[in-house]
C-alpha cells in the first residue's frame, strides 16, 4: 500500500477537486487499467483526528481498496489524506472590507506592472510563455478594474445622500475650477458605474461573489509569493502532517504528495526549500514521490523571477516527479523555456531535479481562438483534469500508463 497527502487548489473547497472526487476518479482509473480484469476497485472516505497545538484536528482520508468478486477481503491500494488549508490561508483577506481589498488589488496590480510589461522582452521565455503571461495581465487588469467600480460608486453614494459631505466636497473644490469639473465628472461617471454594477447583479446574480472569491485568491497569492504571506504557516502545517502520517501508518511502501493548483507550489515550498536547514528530518526523510496537476511553476518564474532561486533538493527518498502538463491550461507548466513536450530542464526545475512531463490534453491547442481567449477558456481547462464524475475522462490513464513504462 502507498501512502499520500493531497493538497486541493484554492477556490474549490467545495468544488469538484476535493479528495472524494479526486481518489474516486483515481479509483476508477486504476480500474479501468488494471490487466486482471476481475479486480474490483473502491473508495472509502473516512475522518482521522490528530491532536493539534493543544486542541484536535480533523483530517478526512480517502482510501483506494480494490477485491476479487468472490473474496470480499478488500486490499489496501492508497490512502490519502487532504491537506485543507484555504480557510486559514484566505481568512484574512476575506475579512478585509471591500474598500480595502479595491486599494490592495490596485496596489499589487501597480506594483506588478512594470514586470508585466518586462515580460515581452524576456529573452528566457518561449513566444507561448508570452502571450500566456501577457494574457493574463489582462485578466488581471479586467479583475482590479472589476473590484474598483466600487469606489467610485462609494463616491456617489456619499455625494447624493449626505449633505455634510457633499457640502464639505463643494467647500473643498470651490477654489480651483480644475478640480470641480473632474469631481462632476467623476460623479457623473459613477452613477453609470451603479446603474453597471446593478444590472450585473440582476443579470449575473454570481458574478459578484465570484470576482470577489478570485481578487480574495490573487491578493492571498501575490502576497504569498511578493512577501511570504502566510508561507510559514502553510509550510509549517504539511509538515506536521507529514509527520503525524508517517507516525500513524506502519504498512506502506511509498509516501507520495499529490498536489493541484497552488497546492503544488505549497509541495515545492516544502520540499525544495531556500536552505536546507529548514526542512524537517520527517519530510525529507518520507517522500518518495511527488505528482504536480496544473502547477503554475513557469508562470511565477515570470511575474516573481526570484521566487524559486537557490531552491536546494532536500528530500533524501525522493525518487519520482510526475508533472501533469495541459497545453491548453494557461496555468500548466513544462518546466522549460521552450514549448517541447519532453521531461523538464534540470536548468530550470527546482534543486535541479529531474521533472517527468506527462502531456494531457482536453482540447486541441489549435482548436483555440482569439474568441476562445476572450471567454477565459485557458482557465477553464485549469478545471478539466478530471470530471466530477468518476466514469469521465481524466488525467489519471496518463498518469498510470506513464508508470508502467518506467515498471518496464
Request: net charge neutral.
Amino acid at each position: 500500500m502507498k501512502i499520500g497527502i493531497y493538497i486541493p487548489g484554492l477556490g474549490y473547497g467545495l468544488g469538484k477537486v476535493t479528495l472524494s472526487t479526486y481518489a474516486n476518479s483515481f479509483a476508477r482509473a486504476l480500474d479501468k487499467n488494471d490487466e486482471n480484469k476481475l479486480y474490483e476497485y473502491g473508495v472509502k472516505i473516512d475522518k482521522k483526528v490528530f491532536a493539534s497545538n493543544g486542541g484536535q484536528q480533523e483530517i478526512t482520508v480517502a482510501r483506494i481498496y480494490k477485491k476479487l468478486p468472490e473474496n470480499q477481503t478488500e486490499e489496501d491500494v492508497y490512502k490519502f489524506y487532504e491537506f485543507n488549508y484555504e480557510d486559514t490561508f484566505t481568512e484574512k483577506t476575506i475579512k478585509t472590507n471591500i474598500l480595502g481589498k479595491s486599494l490592495r488589488m490596485i496596489w499589487g496590480i501597480g506594483r506588478m506592472l512594470p514586470v508585466f510589461i518586462l515580460t515581452c522582452f524576456h529573452r528566457g521565455l518561449s513566444g507561448k510563455q508570452k502571450f500566456q503571461s501577457l494574457y493574463f495581465f489582462f485578466v488581471l487588469i479586467l479583475l482590479s478594474f472589476v473590484t474598483a467600480l466600487i469606489l467610485p460608486s462609494l463616491f456617489a453614494i456619499v455625494a447624493d445622500n449626505f449633505k455634510g459631505s457633499k457640502d464639505l466636497i463643494k467647500n473643498a473644490l470651490s477654489h480651483s475650477p480644475y478640480w470641480t469639473n473632474f469631481a462632476i465628472c467623476i460623479k457623473n461617471i459613477s452613477h453609470y458605474i451603479v446603474v453597471l454594477t446593478s444590472a450585473l447583479a440582476i443579470l449575473l446574480p454570481g458574478i459578484q461573489k465570484k470576482m470577489s472569491v478570485a481578487a480574495d485568491e490573487y491578493l492571498c497569492v501575490h502576497y504569498y509569493l511578493k512577501y511570504g504571506e502566510g508561507r510559514q504557516a502553510l509550510v509549517g502545517n504539511l509538515s506536521n502532517l507529514i509527520e503525524k502520517v508517517s507516525e500513524t501508518e506502519k504498512d506502506y511502501d511509498g509516501f507520495e504528495i499529490h498536489g493541484y493548483s497552488f497546492g503544488s507550489i505549497i509541495a515545492l515550498d516544502t520540499l525544495f526549500p531556500g536552505k536546507s536547514q529548514q526542512t524537517d528530518f520527517r519530510t525529507s526523510n518520507e517522500i518518495t514521490q511527488l505528482v504536480s496537476v496544473g502547477c503554475p511553476y513557469d508562470f511565477i518564474r515570470v511575474y516573481y523571477p526570484y521566487y524559486f532561486a537557490n531552491r536546494q533538493d532536500v528530500s533524501s527518498h525522493l525518487k519520482k516527479w510526475y508533472n501533469i502538463n495541459c497545453e491548453t491550461d494557461i496555468l500548466s507548466s513544462n518546466f522549460r523555456n521552450d514549448p517541447k513536450t519532453g521531461d523538464g530542464d534540470v536548468k530550470v526545475t527546482p534543486g535541479a531535479i529531474l521533472v517527468n512531463n506527462i502531456m494531457y490534453d482536453v482540447a486541441p491547442v489549435n482548436g483555440i481562438k482569439f474568441f476562445d481567449y476572450l471567454l477565459l477558456m485557458s482557465f477553464s481547462t485549469h478545471r478539466m483534469y478530471w470530471s466530477e464524475d468518476a466514469d469521465g475522462m481524466s488525467f489519471f490513464t496518463n498518469y498510470i500508463n506513464q508508470l508502467k513504462a518506467d515498471k518496464a
